[in-house]
């Protein structure tokens, strides 16, 4: 079956940085796109950004643009969420996961998802 590890998060100032990865494992995901989530205290979960895993395409919420970077390590089955810039709003529990098909910030069309990972910034 598919599973998705994230790791990455952790306490940081507003301004910093940080590097969140998911890596999937149970299939081959040629044909799958990955999304970032996240959920803060008291809020809705939203969607953050999505890569397609075959051509790379790439989606992002307007409150991360030019902020937030996807990508994908094919070979390591890894895609990964640069964050810089963090602010205070940006805390939140951070989820990835995956879907067959392409990009889409529909968070019910995503079937499987991972853990979570903290992600703390601080003013």
């Known amino acids: 079956q598919v599973q998705l590890e994230a790791s990455g998060g952790g306490l940081v100032q507003a301004g910093g940085s940080l590097r969140l990865s998911c890596a999937a494992s149970g299939r081959t995901f040629s044909n799958y796109a990955m999304g970032w989530f996240r959920q803060a205290p008291g809020k809705e979960r939203e969607f953050v950004a999505a890569i397609s895993w075959s051509d790379g395409r790439s989606l992002y919420a307007d409150s991360v643009k030019g902020r937030f970077t996807i990508s994908r390590d094919n070979a390591k089955n890894t895609v990964y969420l640069q964050m810089n810039s963090l602010k205070p709003e940006d805390t939140a529990v951070y989820y990835c996961?995956?879907?067959?098909?392409?990009?889409?910030?529909?968070?019910?069309?995503?079937?499987?998802w991972g853990q979570g990972t903290q992600v703390t910034v601080s003013s």
């Open positions: 996961a995956v879907r067959y098909g392409g990009v889409t910030s529909r968070d019910g069309s995503y079937p499987y």
